[in-house]
């Protein structure tokens, strides 16, 4: 077995556990080294008790991973790693999930992604609100990324796919399930213009404790998330605390004071959120490399105008065809590593280096 491979079969034990999976990454070196150890070496690291080793120590490895892969190709779809291509955005965050499980394509052009999420149980204003701004964003080029639950998610899938543009779908359970049941043929429809994925092995159930997860990654595949409506406790506000917590924009409708579906979004702006009326809010707050890069749908072409800022020069001076750790980077240029990271990211939007497993970046 290569790395990928055991780094698949150490999501099928963490996958609900992602501070785990990179702290003993970080402890033993590999997923392959991982799996060599003894009981006993386990007890050093974060987050590793003794039921987790032992569930790590048990699987068997070799025939679960062969399962899960074949498992995968008879659903049409393929499981990437950090060790493989993976999406850019995602890629950048402090602690993305290793694994990926993706039915359909994710292309260059989603790294012009916006989150967009609310409420389950949307009233009129906030499906009206939805489809205009779905509507604008695909036009500008921009995928739609959202976690297929009932209510603003669903109808900003639906949206997407109505003004034939992107959108990819995350799920909080393995690709295997349909939830909601009532989303079947949304989900299956989904990849033939964008994707669905899941970072759980395919026959995760929908537990409560997954969608938290679930959405640290549309923040994280996303420039920004927009709330459309959200109540107080909503799980939309969970997505937008991590969009705030990996350094991404965060926009929200604004409501009427009275609606209990708007205290949310209300509450997201007078804490700072960018408040939204249409696309060109969101897009007004976004890079300028993004801006130049958005054009109008029918026909538009994403070529990103390479004129670079002085910094974004400054580090790609320090990054050849050898691989460099970001903490050199940053050593090298004399900036801080959070901005370092952010430079990064535009130079990888516009395709001048690539990322690498472990934090590691090369010339393109």
């Not at 990928?4 to 556990?17: H, K, P, T």
């Not at 690291?45 to 399962?67: D, P, R, W, Y």
């Not at 701004?133 to 959202?146: K, N, Y």
């Not at 420039?223 to 799980?235: F, I, Q, R, Y």
């Amino acid at each position: 077995m290569n790395e990928r491979e055991y780094l698949i079969g150490l999501n099928l034990v963490l996958s609900q556990q992602k501070s785990s999976f990179h702290n003993l990454i970080s402890a033993f070196g590999s997923a392959k080294e991982v799996f060599r150890q003894r009981r006993s070496n386990f007890s050093s690291v974060k987050g590793i008790g003794e039921q987790t080793a032992e569930n790590i120590l048990n699987l068997s490895v070799e025939k679960e991973v062969e399962k899960e892969i074949l498992g995968a190709e008879k659903l049409g779809a393929r499981i990437i790693t950090l060790a493989d291509d993976f999406p850019v955005n995602l890629k950048s965050i402090f602690d993305p999930p290793p694994v990926l499980y993706v039915k359909g394509e994710m292309l260059r052009e989603d790294l012009l992604s916006i989150g967009v999420v609310g409420t389950r149980l949307a009233t009129t204003y906030g499906e009206t609100a939805t489809r205009r701004l779905v509507e604008q964003l695909v036009d500008r080029g921009f995928t739609i990324i959202s976690g297929l639950a009932r209510g603003i998610d669903q109808l900003a899938h639906q949206i997407a796919l109505k003004q034939n543009g992107r959108t990819i779908a995350v799920l909080g359970n393995g690709l295997r399930l349909y939830y909601p049941p009532e989303n079947r043929k949304l989900q299956d429809r989904i990849p033939k213009f964008g994707a669905v994925i899941s970072q759980f092995p395919l026959k995760t159930r929908s537990e409560k404790y997954n969608f938290p997860i679930r959405n640290q990654t549309i923040s994280g595949l996303s420039l920004g998330t927009l709330v459309v409506e959200a109540g107080e406790k909503s799980g939309a506000l969970i997505t937008a605390s991590c969009s705030l917590e990996i350094g991404r924009d965060v926009f929200a409708v604004p409501g009427k004071i009275d609606s209990p579906k708007s205290k949310g979004t209300n509450y997201l702006i007078k804490q700072g959120a960018k408040l939204v009326e249409t696309a060109d809010d969101i897009i007004s707050e976004l890079s300028v490399e993004v801006q130049q890069a958005l054009q109008p749908k029918n026909g538009y072409q994403k070529e990103l105008i390479l004129n670079l800022a002085r910094d974004e020069q400054q580090v790609l001076d320090v990054i050849r065809e050898e691989e460099i750790h970001i903490d050199s980077v940053s050593s090298q240029v004399g900036l801080p590593t959070h901005l370092v990271s952010g430079i990064l990211v535009r130079l990888e939007i516009k395709g001048l280096i690539r990322q690498l497993a472990g934090k590691l970046f090369v010339r393109s």
